[in-house]
């Protein structure tokens, strides 16, 4: 049966994938791309890839489609790393503070 309507549509030219989509999710190749299970976010970045969010795992179809889309993006972010030597440690991020003026004062 055709989904319509749904929020996350496998099909559009975008760069956030969604959980009906997970074999697109490419670890480490931009910094753009996001894919959505549930309410968990897996964002990724060229160094690094951020997880946050949170999500549920009922004993559901639902559930069980949910889990496997964690499991294949779990799955493809070990293989990118262990595709390439890896560094030691990447560098910390770190950002300069910009002192603004203050709009209240």
């Given at each position: 049966?055709?989904?319509?309507?749904?929020?996350?549509?496998?099909?559009r030219s975008s760069?956030?994938?969604?959980?009906?989509?997970?074999?697109?999710?490419?670890?480490?190749?931009?910094?753009?791309?996001?894919?959505?299970?549930?309410?968990l976010s897996v964002e990724n970045g060229r160094d690094r890839i951020a997880i946050h969010g949170s999500l549920?795992?009922?004993?559901?179809?639902?559930?069980?489609?949910?889990?496997r889309a964690l499991a294949a993006a779990f799955a493809a972010?070990?293989?990118?790393?262990?595709?390439?030597p890896l560094p030691e440690q990447v560098a910390e991020e770190s950002r300069s503070a910009d002192t603004v003026k203050?709009?209240?004062a």
């Open positions: 049966m055709p989904k319509t309507g749904a929020p996350h549509d496998p099909d760069d956030t994938r969604s959980e009906a989509s997970p074999v697109r999710f490419a670890p480490f190749a931009d910094d753009a791309a996001v894919q959505t299970i549930g309410g549920d795992l009922a004993r559901d179809a639902r559930g069980l489609e949910r889990a972010i070990v293989a990118a790393l262990e595709a390439a203050n709009p209240f």
